[in-house]
């Protein structure tokens, strides 16, 4: 079907419209149901794209018609689709754990919802870097609005930060897109992919200068070392289905630095050939440690939960400064695990700090909890998951990961690395654990019951992350091709 | 002419990024606002400086490049959407804290006294 490429933007715009509409606004049941359903139609289509687009050549869907390189475009090959996916997928997860209460505690939390979901495929599917600009802004407004869901001061004050932090992104976002513009004269990226290779040397400057902007912005979501101070705070701080969810707005960073730093700075780009890779390299490390730091360092649930996500973040940001095709594509399927088992902690630590009272996520001894075996078993998964044991899947992508750097003379840095933040992270799981579970004081706290929409989302994700392990080869064998499709596609435009 | 615009965009840049390292509010959102002028000029002249040529083909003997045009028009919508959200923030803000310090560590005071 050729239509389906741009159906995962146009569907979550229609549903947040309706969602905003009299009849379906009003009563919280019909709100609830109606997001329900359509984010599992949204991942019905993600699914059916995945897989009409996997072993075909790239389909480039044209806005309007006209020929390119002019005119805006959708891009849908593996590697957007394969976002796509992984983010609706974590979007039913979380429409799914909102309804346990978290919707009701400020207005509009399922239209923002739909709206971030659609600037995300959106910021996924595009072809032309202007118009991830466009998408990145119907991202940020959405997460701002979700940032703020349920007031509170702390909250207030981190969005604030929060905002004001982007907002100076997007400023040179526009600043590298103008420049790269006056530079090569298209916003088609296949096609600015072409052009770089027939720059003039006094040229030369100015792109690497807008490239060194780009990378400030992207390093920026992605949460980069010295970029990443927002991070913490505002995760900490949001509300815990909207942190969950934010788990992959450090993956749109990733992703469009995969996609625009391996298009336009790619093996053919002469001169400007492997641009950042050495700054992505070291800072992914640094980041790494900085976040093994954090883990070593963690005080509450969400605060282990945030240094976790960062720590993702560094991983797959070295992986990609490796400039290794098979490296790049174990970071692939290390970003669908951390997104899903990131999303999992924030959601786990809040069902665990609604049992404990007044300590709530806090890592000290606390009542006992009413539902101690469930929410136990859940976190030692969960804890066994993120650690990368065998058989669950943070095991597959961290042994792919080593697998690959190996065979590069400088890729034991990050196998040392790797291997180090996994055992900062076994230590800190255990302790947190057996204070939560096993210290606990006498006294039993009577609790509100866990909520069975909460609880199902957890079990929702990590069962798919089960799903990585038992379809192994085929995701090994997709994420493999996604990456080597991305280096083709530049041979793809005339 | 080129010299001209390029003096302006510098100092409206310069201008945004002193106000965007004070540290109230309001300094904050002129400094933004002031950067996103510069930005929106500087996407503006990215097709190149013509004087004189119309933006629709045939209408002139020279014509200007069409897409800074379109595009400086979306990044204008947008800077202007997301700098009101950024005011609504502050006020908000402002309410909730007491104080309108983008970073302080003192603690709130209820009602801004």
């Known amino acids: 079907m050729q239509h389906l490429v741009i159906l995962p933007i146009l569907m979550p715009t229609l549903f947040a419209v309706l969602l905003l509409l009299q009849p379906l606004s009003g009563a919280v049941r019909t709100r609830r149901w109606l997001s329900l359903f359509a984010m599992l139609v949204n991942f019905l289509v993600a699914s059916l794209l995945l897989w009409q687009q996997t072993n075909v050549p790239a389909q480039h869907y044209l806005l309007g018609n006209w020929a390119e390189p002019f005119g805006i475009l959708l891009v849908a090959d593996q590697l957007s689709v394969f976002f796509v996916w992984l983010t609706t997928l974590l979007s039913l997860a979380i429409a799914l754990h909102s309804c346990g209460g978290d919707d009701e505690k400020g207005s509009y939390f399922h239209p923002l919802l739909h709206f971030l979901l659609m600037g995300l495929n959106g910021a996924f599917l595009t072809g032309d870097l202007f118009n991830l600009f466009v998408f990145f802004e119907v991202l940020l407004i959405s997460s701002y609005g979700l940032m703020v869901h349920g007031g509170g001061k702390k909250r207030i004050q981190a969005a604030l930060h929060y905002v004001i932090l982007n907002l100076v992104g997007s400023a040179l976002f526009l600043l590298a897109l103008a420049l790269l513009y006056a530079m090569l004269g298209s916003l088609h990226m296949a096609d600015m992919a072409q052009r770089i290779t027939m720059l003039q040397p006094a040229q030369l400057l100015a792109v690497q200068a807008a490239a060194g902007l780009l990378l400030i912005v992207f390093g920026l979501k992605a949460a980069l070392l010295p970029l990443h101070f927002w991070l913490p705070a505002a995760y900490a701080h949001a509300n815990p289905s909207v942190a969950a969810m934010f788990a992959v707005m450090t993956k749109v960073g990733v992703y469009s630095l995969i996609r625009v730093f391996g298009l336009l700075f790619g093996a053919s780009a002469g001169a400007l050939s492997g641009y950042g890779e050495t700054l992505l390299w070291w800072g992914g490390l640094i980041t790494m440690l900085l976040a093994t730091v954090m883990v070593l360092a963690a005080v509450d649930l969400k605060r282990l939960a945030a240094a976790l996500v960062l720590l993702s973040a560094g991983t797959l940001l070295a992986a990609l400064g490796s400039g290794d095709a098979q490296v790049k594509a174990a970071a692939l399927l290390y970003a669908i695990h951390s997104s899903w088992i990131g999303a999992v902690w924030y959601l786990l630590s809040d069902q665990i700090a609604r049992q404990r009272g007044g300590v709530g996520d806090r890592l000290v001894p606390g009542p006992k909890m009413q539902h101690a075996p469930l929410l136990g078993w859940l976190f030692a998964l969960s804890a066994l998951v993120v650690i990368g044991m065998p058989p669950f899947s943070g095991f597959v992508a961290k042994l792919w990961l080593i697998q690959g750097l190996s065979t590069l003379e400088h890729g034991m840095v990050l196998v040392v690395m790797l291997l180090l933040s996994s055992l900062a992270v076994l230590v800190t799981m255990s302790r947190a654990g057996s204070v939560l579970f096993w210290r606990a004081l006498p006294h039993t706290k009577t609790a509100p019951a866990l909520n069975t929409a909460s609880l199902s989302a957890i079990v929702l994700l990590l069962v798919s992350g089960v799903g990585l392990v038992v379809f192994g080869q085929w995701w090994t064998q997709f994420c493999a091709d996604a990456i080597a499709q991305l280096q083709v596609a530049l041979g793809g435009l005339k | ?113």
């Open chain 2, 1 to 113: 002419m080129e010299l001209f615009i390029a003096i302006s965009i510098g100092l409206l840049t310069g201008c945004g990024v002193l106000l965007l390292l004070r540290g109230r509010t309001f300094a904050v959102m002129l400094g933004l606002t002031m950067l996103s002028y510069a930005v929106n000029l500087f996407i503006f002249i990215s097709g190149g400086l013509t004087a004189g040529a119309g933006a629709v083909l045939g209408a002139s003997a020279q014509y200007a490049d069409p897409l800074p045009q379109a595009l400086v028009l979306t990044a204008i919508v947008i800077g202007f959407a997301m700098t009101a959200f950024l005011v609504v923030l502050a006020i908000r803000s402002r309410a909730e804290l007491g104080h309108d310090e983008v970073d302080s560590q003192r603690p709130a005071s209820r009602g801004g006294q």
